[in-house]
């Protein structure tokens, strides 16, 4: 398992992060002040760094030779690090930044998007069709997975709806599908097809990613053992 080194003075930014991270599968060694992440970094080997802008700033810190990926954690009002980092996240974290910069930085073969594996009930038509109902199995912010009795094959065009549950919200997507699933033994006898999203407006994609994100917390919430109930507002700390 690969570690990451997540080193900040807000506790409560932490507490947050800490379980994020764990849940996408990395080891997270924590830290709150220098003398913790030093000791880290001398006796452990994590890929990639994670850090705040103040003990950024702490000439105690002695970061490592080569250097590792470094992400800098900034409240809005903090000056640019001096360590000139690979990339600096403001408070509030933007998750799906955050997602995007390990996967590229840290993965052999990086996944493009945060996706929610989840169930929403959706429909979709095809030009000239009536909607054909359907079940939403998987969701990110560029498109979805719509698990169908019907088949479509790839470059197909399909107009998608499916509710937004807990925001009074319904959406309405037109996209094109990337891949079809033939109903196999070796996937239960799933079929279904990956749709890509054409360009969102902008109210679209604030209500979708807010959506996505409010829904991932409260994932992370109910698997990682010993963490409460938190929500996005907590990244914003």
Known sequence: MKSLLLADDRHDLLATLEP???HW????????DVTQAQAFLASSYPV???IGNNLLEDPALQ??????????????????PESSPDLV?????????????????VEQHPRQNLRLQLRLPGMYCTKGAEF??????????????????????????????F????????????????????????????????????ALSQEQSTLLGRFIEEKFLSEVSGC??????FSSAQLRR
């Open 20 to 22: 994020i991270l764990k």
């Open 25 to 32: 599968g990395y080891r997270v060694l924590t830290a709150t």
């Open 48 to 50: 990639m760094l994670l």
């Open 63 to 80: 970061l490592p030779h080569p250097p590792l990926p470094l992400l800098a954690i900034a409240h809005p009002q903090s000056a640019c």
């Open 89 to 105: 996240l403001t408070v509030p974290i933007d998750i799906f930044a955050l997602f995007s910069f390990i996967q590229r930085r």
């Open 132 to 161: 054909v109902l359907a079940d939403v199995m998987s969701l990110s912010i560029s498109g979805l997975f719509f698990r169908s009795p019907l088949r479509l094959v790839a470059g197909d065009r399909v107009t998608a709806v």
């Open 163 to 198: 509710p937004l549950l807990g925001h009074s919200r319904e959406m309405e997507i037109g996209g094109t599908v990337l891949y079809a699933i033939e109903p196999l033994p070796s996937n239960n006898y799933a079929q279904g097809f990956g749709l890509g999203f054409d």
């Open 224 to 229: 990682q053992a010993g963490v409460g109930n």
